[in-house]
């Protein structure tokens, strides 16, 4: 059983940053390529980042690349997004996934774990 936590969300102000965490659990974590997503009230779940199983290439959406920084411990089982410059735009709820079959894709049905989500809220 493959089990995705997520931590590190929280309320901050606009221009402000948070680093979200998620630990993996069940399974070789360096085997998976990882992403996070995000969902804002009303909208649908968007990628926002992803990082490749070993080589540690990533990419990112438009509307956070040079804001956002996603990273890999594999050490630790953890994969983290740095958010930098946030605005009241990033609020939603941050979810982070793993996948694999794939590397550093955008599309959620990719993606075959998931975690519960971690809520940010950028006050303006």
């Known amino acids: 059983q493959v089990q995705l936590v997520e931590s590190g969300g929280g309320l901050v102000q606009a221009g402000g940053s948070l680093r979200l965490s998620c630990e993996v659990s069940?399974?070789?974590?360096?085997?998976?390529?990882m992403g996070w997503f995000r969902q804002a009230p009303g909208k649908e779940r968007e990628f926002v980042a992803a990082?490749?199983?070993?080589?540690?290439?990533?990419r990112y959406a438009d509307s956070v690349s040079g804001r956002f920084s996603i990273s890999r411990e594999n050490a630790k089982n953890t994969v983290y997004l740095q958010l930098n410059s946030l605005n009241a735009e990033d609020t939603a709820v941050y979810y982070c996934?793993?996948?694999?079959?794939?590397?550093?894709?955008?599309?959620?049905?990719?993606?075959?774990?998931w975690g519960q989500g971690t809520q940010v809220t950028v006050s303006s």
């Open positions: 996934a793993a996948t694999e079959r794939y590397s550093l894709v955008t599309l959620r049905r990719s993606y075959d774990y």
């Open positions: 069940g399974r070789t974590f360096s085997s998976y390529g």
């Open positions: 990082i490749s199983r070993s080589t540690g290439n990533t």
